[in-house]
C-alpha cells in the first residue's frame, strides 16, 4: 500500500510542481523549509518526552492556542513542537509560539520523508488539528503504536465528497486514528462514515471560540484607526475573502453609500492568499473607490508619515495584510440595510463574501 501511495504523490508531485515553481517566483512562496518538508528537523530539546501538533494554515494555528496552553500546564516535562503546511501559517506559529516551542513545515507524507520526521522527532502523541489525515502519516504512527488523535475534527462538503469515492481506501488509514474530537454531530458522523470507529469519536465544539474575542473594545483597533486617520466613522470590515467575493462587498459598498445613514461608512478588505493583495487592489480602483493599501504605510517613516496625515477619503477602501497590525477586527452588522443588501446580492446567484453581515473575527 505504501508503494502505491508514494506512486501517486510522486506522479502528484510531477504534475503539480509548475505551479509550485511559478508561485515561488511571482508570489514568493514556498522559498523555505524544504529540508523539514523532507524529514530533516531538529528539535529544541531532544532529551524529553514529546508531543507533536499539526495545524495546517493560519486558522488552525490560532485555533489551536488553547490546546498548547493547557499541554503546557498538564505535561510540562514534555516538549511540544508544532507543525504547519502553509507559509502563513508558519509565520503566524513561529510568531505564538517560536521563542519557546520548535516550530517547523509539515514534512510531505512519502513514507521515506514520514519515517526520518518520525526519527528526527519521536513523539509520545501526535494530534491533527481539523482534518490532515494522511495515509503514511498514520500508517506509520500505527507501526510505531504512537496515538493519532484528531482535534477540532471537520470535514467540509467538498473534503466529504472525495473521501466517499475513495472511501474503501480512506477507511484504512481513517480506522487507525485513535482519537476524534469533532466540532459538530453532522462532522462526527461523516468521520464515522468515512471510516472512524464510533467508539473512537466524540462531540467536543469547536475550539476557534474559545479564542475568539468577544468585546467593545479590540487591542490594537485604535492604533489603526490612528494610522488611517479615521475618526468616528464607521468601518465595514470584509475578513478573508476569496476570488469573486470582493467584487460583491464593493457592489454592496457602493450601494450602501448611497444611503444617507451610510455616509461615514468604510470598507476594509482583507484578502484570504497573500498573493491576490495586488489583484484585490487593482479591483478597487477599477471600481472606482479611493485606495490605500497597509502595507505602503509602513514602508518607511517618510511615506508612513504622508499616508497617515492625508484624510482617509470616502467613499474609500483599505487592503490590509491578514494579521499585519491586529490580530483580530471584527464588525457587527449595524442595521437590517446592510443584511438586505446582502441577501439581494445572493438572489443575482452570485456568492456572497461569507464573513459579512455577521460578527466575524480574522487574522
Avoid at 502505491?4 to 508531485?13: E, H, K, N, P, T
Avoid at 523549509?33 to 531532544?46: D, H, L, N, S, V
Avoid at 468601518?235 to 457592489?251: D, F, H, R
Avoid at 438586505?340 to 455577521?358: E, M
Wanted: charged residues 25%; proline residues 4%; glycine residues 6%.
Amino acid at each position: 500500500m505504501r508503494t502505491l501511495i508514494d506512486f501517486v504523490y510522486l506522479l502528484a508531485g510531477v504534475i503539480y510542481s509548475p505551479k509550485v515553481i511559478y508561485r515561488a517566483v511571482r508570489h514568493k512562496r514556498y522559498r523555505s523549509g524544504w529540508g523539514q518538508r523532507f524529514g530533516k528537523i531538529t528539535r529544541k530539546e531532544p532529551a524529553k518526552k514529546c508531543i507533536w501538533l499539526h495545524a495546517v494554515s493560519v486558522g488552525e494555528v490560532n485555533a489551536a492556542r488553547t490546546i498548547i496552553e493547557e499541554l503546557e500546564n498538564k505535561f510540562s516535562s514534555f516538549e511540544i513542537v508544532i507543525s504547519t503546511t502553509t507559509d502563513t501559517g508558519y509565520a503566524r506559529a513561529n510568531a505564538l509560539f517560536g521563542n519557546k516551542h520548535t516550530v517547523f513545515y509539515f514534512p510531505f507524507d512519502f513514507s521515506c520523508v514520514v519515517q526520518r520526521a518520525f526519527r528526527a522527532i519521536r513523539p509520545a502523541l501526535c494530534l491533527l488539528m481539523e482534518l490532515e489525515v494522511w495515509p503514511n502519516f498514520v500508517q506509520i504512527a500505527q507501526k510505531l503504536n504512537i496515538p493519532v488523535a484528531v482535534i477540532n475534527g471537520r470535514i467540509s462538503d467538498k473534503s466529504f465528497s472525495r473521501y466517499k469515492i475513495i472511501k474503501p481506501i480512506a477507511k484504512t488509514f481513517f480506522q487507525k486514528v485513535h482519537l476524534v474530537l469533532a466540532q459538530t454531530q453532522e462532522y462526527a458522523q461523516r468521520f464515522e462514515e468515512i471510516g472512524c470507529p464510533n467508539e473512537t469519536v466524540i462531540v467536543t465544539g469547536s475550539l476557534k471560540y474559545d479564542t475568539a474575542q468577544i468585546t467593545d473594545k479590540v487591542e490594537g483597533a485604535d492604533t489603526l484607526a490612528q494610522q488611517l486617520n479615521i475618526g468616528d466613522e464607521r468601518l465595514l470590515v470584509a475578513g478573508g475573502t476569496g476570488p469573486g467575493e470582493e467584487k460583491i462587498i464593493l457592489n454592496v459598498f457602493k450601494s450602501l453609500n448611497q444611503e444617507e445613514q451610510f455616509k461615514d461608512l468604510r470598507l476594509a478588505i482583507v484578502p484570504r492568499k497573500p498573493e491576490r493583495f495586488d489583484e484585490v487592489a487593482q479591483l478597487i480602483k477599477q471600481t472606482g473607490f479611493g485606495l490605500i493599501r497597509y502595507s505602503q504605510i509602513k514602508k518607511s517613516a517618510t511615506e508612513k508619515s504622508q499616508i497617515v496625515n492625508r484624510k482617509f477619503p470616502r467613499p474609500s477602501s483599505v487592503v490590509l495584510r491578514p494579521s499585519s497590525l491586529v490580530n483580530r477586527l471584527s464588525f457587527v452588522c449595524p442595521s437590517s440595510t446592510l443584511r438586505d443588501t446582502l441577501h439581494a446580492s445572493r438572489n443575482t446567484g452570485a456568492d456572497v463574501a461569507p464573513n459579512i453581515g455577521r460578527t466575524c473575527v480574522f487574522d
